[in-house]
């Protein structure tokens, strides 16, 4: 048997080795065929056995799903059910029956048609996967017109195994048991689909999206999954096999190591210490944050509070998030970033004009001052819930003076107003501005007096300074973090801010960046924000590195024309020291 | 026959469990219930699956006209359970 490697997409990470069980779930409709007119009859008594024993089959089904999951995972089996009975469906089956002469599988397939079509077009994600519970129902009515194509009950598996299929479905997830379950390869889906979303909740090791998938792949095959690289490895030769398992080996081993890593400070051999937070945007961050030993937030975005609602968050809405994020971290610092949309982040409600160049256009901090109310509510806000922790405030995509300017003004008038209405907040507050345009990095010495911090947001950083989309793939080779250009914006930034005694963080993705991490420690960087899970693994890089040997790479490195060159010192650096 | 007007004001529109409430609801009097959007669309009000299919949002005009000999009642309890938003908040 060869080797064979299905290309798809990895949305559940882990690697997982395992046999195969295919479902095959016979999606198919049988007849499509119509009927003669003396058969109609016939047709609708089979249409309404087949729906009656369907149902009673579902109301066994749901109580054992209430039993196993709860009453939230059997409503979604509930609704399905009550779509037997429904005035929409059942009757406009029959309807195609007597009036259009359709076999009973033709008028169900058609109608089920109808409803996944309208839903999939809906606005709504909930909506959209809406689809997915009709088309459940539909499988299963089908497969009880023909009762000789007894249907899979996921429940029976009982042995470790991969799984494959064309497509699960709501009902079909619900019923595995994580424990045998090693690893998911389907062939539909995308990286929001339910089966994406369940895999890796439940830390399910999961590719998607492979053509033709069924029939590549059968029963008792041999597998790798790899959730990382987004393949999966059919029948793979003796040394594959053991590249795999040394990886599986490998990574355990790593990250006990990391893990050891979590509560401890991140300190250089020769005594620096850097500050280690997380990158979060919402509540459930914040508690992984903790989790993974964050010593803060380094930065709360706080577009999620304004996307997940129809109309701008209240003042009350936006005080609770912040509130509930501020006492989860109890006394650690908390940098709320304010509203940083436009660019690939859109509002509906606002119903700002299409741009031709959204990221050099109407965003951030650019709309907020031309909404000066929308900026005045989060500010209260975001002051308020200062009263109940250590916040500190962040200002994105400064590329001004002026602007920074206007903004302090702003936040000095809603702290007069705040005073006035004896309403409580931080009245030392620090204020920071986010270093993302190239303007004011270069011209950072006229802002390091007015703000009491710095944040490096280096993936905007990158896309400006390198003028390159960061979404198109044909310019990506220029999207490079470790461009001499970039270090050096990085390195002045620095030298300027510590030289007035003020505070310098990172917090785009180059902070999570492990091949970085010689050069922040060289430059004397008080923190690296990133997210949580990268913590560990950066927290014990740091610990096995000293700051004077940093330097001496670092002077090695500022000589460099390529960013190649930069990025091969760093990795002989790392692989000298074996943590590379 | 009456007709009756309102909007949608819970947040999520028509999702499952709202149309099912109402649909519970409508199915309890004799009365026939026609739901219509603002483009003219219809299902029947008895249908959680036709509700859901016209695509309710919060803020969306929901036309109810309702014909038969407890339609004042219908018409009434149906409008009061819309606009107590399902008993969601």
Redo the contacts between chains.
């Keep these: 048997m060869l080797e064979k490697i299905l290309y798809g997409i990895g949305v559940s990470s882990g690697i997982s080795i395992g046999k195969v069980f295919v479902v095959d779930k016979n999606e198919e409709y049988y007849e499509y065929k119509n009927i003669s007119s003396d058969k109609v009859s016939n047709e609708l008594k089979r249409l309404n056995k087949a729906r009656e024993k369907c149902a009673a089959d579902l109301d066994k089904l749901i109580e054992k799903v209430k039993v196993e999951f709860g009453d939230e995972k059997a409503f979604i089996i509930e609704g399905q059910k009550s779509f037997l009975t429904d005035p929409s469906f059942y009757p406009e089956i029959e309807g195609y029956i007597k009036k259009d002469f359709f076999s009973a599988e033709k008028a169900l397939k058609k109608v089920v048609e109808k409803f996944v079509d309208i839903f999939e077009k809906m606005n709504s994600d909930y909506m959209k996967e809406r689809a997915s519970d009709i088309k459940d129902i539909g499988n299963r009515f089908s497969n009880y017109l023909n009762p000789d194509n007894k249907i899979f009950d996921l429940k029976s598996i009982k042995e470790k195994v991969i799984l494959v299929a064309d497509d699960l479905l709501p009902s079909d997830t619900v019923q595995l048991e994580r424990k045998y379950i090693l690893g998911l390869v389907i062939a539909k889906g995308g990286k929001t689909s339910h089966t994406s979303i369940f895999a890796s909740s439940m830390g399910i090791p999961a590719v998607i999206s492979i053509n033709n998938l069924c029939n590549l792949i059968k029963n008792n095959d041999n597998v790798i999954v790899d959730g990382d690289k987004g393949i999966c490895i059919i029948n793979p030769e003796k040394t594959t096999l053991e590249k795999y398992k040394q990886r599986l080996e490998n990574k355990k081993t790593e990250v006990d190591l990391y893990n050891k890593y979590k509560k401890e400070k991140a300190i250089t051999k020769d005594g620096l210490y850097i500050k280690i937070a997380a990158n979060i945007g919402s509540l459930d961050e914040a508690i992984q944050a903790n989790e993974n030993g964050a010593e803060g937030i380094g930065l709360l975005r706080t577009e999620q509070v304004y996307m997940s609602s129809k109309k701008l968050p209240d003042e009350e809405i936006q005080l609770h998030t912040y509130k509930g994020i501020v006492d989860k971290m109890s006394s650690q610092s908390v940098i709320i970033r304010t509203l940083d949309i436009g660019g690939d982040k859109e509002l509906p409600y606002l119903e700002n004009e299409k741009e031709l160049n959204p990221f050099l256009g109407y965003r951030a901090i650019r709309l907020c001052l031309g909404h000066e109310e929308i900026f005045i509510t989060q500010l209260r806000a975001i002051l308020r819930a200062s009263a109940f922790g250590k916040i500190k405030l962040l200002i994105p995509m400064i590329s001004c003076f002026d602007e920074l300017k206007k903004t302090k003004d702003l936040i000095e008038k809603v702290k007069k107003q705040l005073s006035e209405e004896k309403i409580a907040f931080d009245k030392e507050i620090k204020l920071g501005m986010m270093i993302e345009i190239p303007s004011t990095a270069i011209m950072i010495e006229n802002y390091v007096k007015e703000v009491d911090f710095f944040s490096i947001g280096t993936n905007d950083l990158v896309q400006y300074t390198m003028a390159v989309d960061r979404i198109n793939d044909k310019v990506s080779y220029l999207y490079d973090n470790f461009h001499p250009a970039i270090i050096n914006l990085i390195k002045k930034v620095t030298e300027v801010a510590h030289s007035h005694g003020k505070f310098v963080g990172i917090c785009g993705s180059m902070a999570g960046e492990y091949l970085a991490i010689p050069i922040f420690i060289a430059l004397g960087i008080d923190e690296l924000s990133m997210t949580a899970n990268s913590i560990p693994k950066i927290k014990y890089t740091i610990n096995q590195l000293s700051r004077k040997d940093c330097i001496l790479l670092l002077n090695k490195i500022l000589k460099c024309q390529m960013g190649l060159d930069i990025k091969s010192n760093l990795q002989n650096f790392l692989l000298e020291r074996k943590l590379y | 026959m009456i007709k009756k007007e309102t909007t949608i004001k819970n947040?999520?529109?028509f999702?499952?469990r709202p149309a099912?409430i109402f649909?519970n609801a409508a199915s309890k009097f004799e009365s026939d219930v026609v739901v219509l959007n603002k483009d003219g669309n219809s299902?029947?009000g008895?249908?959680?699956?036709?509700l859901?299919?016209l695509?309710f949002?919060?803020?969306s005009k929901i036309i109810l006209e309702i014909s038969g000999k407890d339609e004042i009642e219908a018409g009434n309890e149906l409008i009061n359970i819309i606009d107590n938003k399902f008993g969601e908040d």
């Design positions: 947040k999520e529109g999702h499952i099912q649909s299902t029947n008895k249908s959680t699956l036709g859901m299919a695509g949002e919060t803020g």
